[in-house]
């Protein structure tokens, strides 16, 4: 079983920082990519950021140049900087990592239970 577990969503003003975490947990034999989406209120679930096992990264056009992804594979972990946050990055952001639990599976998707970011004034 493995579980991932956000944290560092809230609520800010326009203009401010957030750094979100996302760390996996339980039975994960290794990693393979990571990333972070967000749903806003009557929207549907968009990327915002991926990195794969070797670092390369993709970012959604609207927060290329404020966001930045990273990982730390030895603890599981992926980040989300976020930066000069606007009202509409307001949503629910979820990490989402694909992992493989054993050495004979296959390439499996999971998704954290998503943390809330506000951004107003």
């Known amino acids: 079983q493995v579980q991932l577990v956000e944290s560092g969503g809230g609520l800010v003003q326009p203009g401010g920082s957030l750094r979100l975490s996302c760390a996996a947990s339980?039975?994960?034999?290794?990693?393979?990519?990571m990333g972070w989406y967000r749903q806003a209120p009557g929207k549907e679930r968009e990327l915002v950021a991926t990195?794969?096992?070797?670092?390369?990264?993709n970012y959604a056009d609207s927060v290329k140049g404020r966001f930045t992804i990273s990982r730390d594979n030895a603890k599981n972990t992926v980040y989300l900087q976020m930066n000069s946050l606007k009202p509409e990055d307001t949503a629910v952001y979820y990490c989402?990592?694909?992992?493989?639990?054993?050495?004979?599976?296959?390439?499996?998707?999971?998704w954290g239970q998503g943390t809330q970011v506000t951004v107003s004034s």
């Open positions: 989402n990592f694909g992992l493989y639990v054993s050495y004979w599976s296959g390439l499996s998707d999971y």
């Open positions: 339980g039975s994960i034999f290794n990693l393979n990519y």
């Open positions: 990195i794969t096992i070797g670092g390369s990264t």
